[in-house]
């Protein structure tokens, strides 16, 4: 079994929900928060409303990543290539689209830029 231990940027008490990373971190952040940005978390939470915490297959850099997206008082990460991948599958099972948005919008402006 993973030892656990608490997120920096998403500490205990943070949030009134507490999401845990496959590699043992606990996230804990606003079930409202999950719920506006993504329908899943949404029906997730109302059937099992009761429940404080879920264990979820994504490691903590990128469950990090991903939380960001739904946190407004938190910043945006720079998307790494070597984490994109599992950061658009997390938010096509979760179906976060303003991942989605923002990864297109980086895209856009790298070409644009030349950067690519």
Known sequence: MTSRRYSEEFPAGYGDFN????????????RTFLSYVSPIFRDMLELGHNEIELQVVEGSKILDQFL???????????IEWETVDALLEAARKYQVERIFTYWE????TSDEDGTK
């Open 19 to 30: 999401l845990v990373s496959s590699d043992g971190v606990v996230f804990s952040i606003s």
């Open 68 to 78: 960001r997206f739904f946190d407004p008082l938190k910043n945006l990460l720079h």
């Open 105 to 108: 919008q980086q895209v856009l």
